[in-house]
């Protein structure tokens, strides 16, 4: 029983250092990953914004051009 004892801890003790690489590795790219989907979520959000600011720039020119073509209305 101690055998295995002392066999489990020398394994543990041995890759210790790498479980912990591992561990800290992956909650890197797990922040990253998630800083990642931030930005573009905020991009995307951006993008919907300009594409409605663009709308009713165009219904304002449309509709000036309107007015000038029209203007006894």
């Known amino acids: 029983m101690e055998f295995l004892l002392a066999f489990a801890l020398t394994g543990l003790v041995a890759t210790g250092g790498w479980i912990a690489y591992a561990g800290v590795r992956g909650w890197s790219r797990?922040?990253?990953?998630?800083?990642?989907?931030?930005?573009?979520?905020?991009?995307?959000a951006a993008e919907i914004r300009q594409a409605e600011l663009r709308q009713a720039e165009l219904a304002n020119e449309t509709y000036q051009d309107f007015v000038r073509r029209h203007p006894q209305r």
Not at 32 to 40: F, G, I, K, S
Request: positive net charge.
């Open 30 to 44: 797990f922040r990253d990953r998630r800083h990642e989907v931030r930005l573009a979520r905020a991009q995307a």
